[in-house]
């Protein structure tokens, strides 16, 4: 009997690495989780992280055809270099060759978000849906943006930035060198500076949530992050014209606190239009090495079978 084919996916993150093994029919038969290392060292971790999955897979009697890898910058998905990537400190980094060299698998390598964007059209919040905007707020904002089915990458691999689009004229600075952008007022960085700033109290962004309604401050900080995100959805929406509007990343542990002001200002910045249903991304953090598993079957060919997975299959081995 032929062993069942299967994928190797890597969600690389600035914390922490989060990999699988997918089989073709969209069974994750392992899933595995890593430190993230400092930046000397981390495409040797991702290397030694890729063949303990291969022996895994080896052990489970699947045959792994191809692998997955996701990282945060800019990604020229033509060449699989990643161009800049500022918590990994890598610039120009050859991260297809280098992996595909060390491995001896063929490897598709993209963008967390973007994949992650992927991911939701499959199995989660997007599912059926070709015109969608997934931003994901966590330490830092970006965008997967995705119109007629397809995730728009720019010219160089950097589309999707909506967290450094300036929202605030002549605002607080960001550290990308710009002033007032997005992700100053609405990150979770940016929250957790605005909040201690204000109170004099440093807190991480969660417990700053956590205080909502019980301290002025954190109600202050976070009705600007709030009137910031709307805006910058009001621009998204303008220029896409989604579906739908997928919210993803740490901010969406906030539940109704999020969406409600979200929806309600989102609505009444768009004079002329109705606004898009706002949602939550249903797959987490789990939608990065989900969707690079689903790039990884692409590459080898086998992207038919993508139409056969369930979400059912996922969630047994996800955390909420
Ligand atoms: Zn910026």
């Not at 007629?148 to 689009?165: N, Q, Y």
Request: proline share 6%.
């Amino acid at each position: 009997m032929t062993r069942s084919p299967a994928v190797l996916a890597l969600d690389v993150g600035g914390t922490s690495m989060k990999g699988a093994v997918v089989t073709r029919d969209g069974r994750p038969v392992h899933v595995d989780r890593w430190p993230t290392l400092p930046a000397e060292d981390t495409v040797r971790a991702i290397v030694g992280h890729l063949r303990a999955l291969s022996l895994v897979a080896r052990d489970l009697d699947v045959e792994v055809v191809a692998a997955g890898v996701v990282t945060p910058g800019m990604i020229d998905e033509a060449t699989g270099t990643v161009v800049y990537a500022s918590n990994l400190d890598w610039r120009d980094l050859p991260l297809r060759a280098l992996l595909t060299e060390a491995t001896g698998l063929p490897v598709a390598t993209g963008h967390d978000v973007r994949t992650a964007g992927l991911a939701e059209q499959l199995l989660g919040a997007a599912r059926g849906v070709d015109d969608f905007a997934l931003v994901t707020i966590g330490t830092g904002v970006a965008a997967a943006l995705v119109t007629d089915g397809r995730p728009v990458t720019g010219a160089g691999g950097a589309a999707g930035e909506i967290g450094h689009i300036p929202m605030v004229p002549g605002g607080e600075a960001c550290t990308c060198g710009q002033f007032g952008c997005l992700e100053v007022y609405v990150s979770g960085a940016g929250l957790a500076r605005r909040y201690a700033a204000r109170s004099g109290r440093s807190l991480p962004a969660e417990d700053v949530v956590a205080r909502l309604g019980a301290d002025p401050d954190a109600d202050v900080v976070w009705a600007e992050a709030m009137a910031v995100l709307a805006q910058g959805l009001v621009t998204a929406t303008l220029l896409l014209d989604p579906t739908t509007i997928v919210l993803g990343g740490g901010f969406t542990a906030a539940g109704e606190a999020l969406l409600g002001p979200v929806r309600t200002q989102l609505a009444a910045g768009l004079a002329w239009r109705p606004a898009p249903p706002v949602r939550v991304a249903e797959l987490g953090s789990e939608a990065g090495w989900i969707g690079a598993a689903a790039m990884a079957l692409r590459s080898a060919g086998l992207g038919d079978a993508l139409r056969t997975w369930d979400r059912q299959a996922f969630t047994a081995t996800t955390t909420p």
